[in-house]
């Protein structure tokens, strides 16, 4: 099953376009550079949630269940 994609245009300044570039790694698109981004903050987000369900959550061995 094939998805089409729509386009559609974001309005960054040119300062921020030209960081967004610099980042981008040879042969990527913006949208590469984009998803690459959303993904590593994705996965930011969900090891400071385990970090912090595991510093501030009491546990209870398995032994003592």
């Given at each position: 099953m094939?998805?089409?994609r729509q386009a559609t245009t974001?309005?960054?300044s040119?300062?921020?376009k030209e960081r967004l570039r610099k980042?981008?790694?040879k042969g990527?698109?913006?949208e590469d550079v984009v998803l690459r981004l959303i993904d590593s903050a994705a996965?930011?987000?969900m090891d400071e949630r385990?970090?912090?369900i595991l510093r501030d959550e009491?546990?209870?061995?398995l032994e003592d269940i």
């Open positions: 094939a998805t089409t974001i309005a960054l040119h300062a921020t980042l981008a790694e990527e698109t913006y996965k930011r987000a385990w970090n912090r009491v546990f209870t061995p």
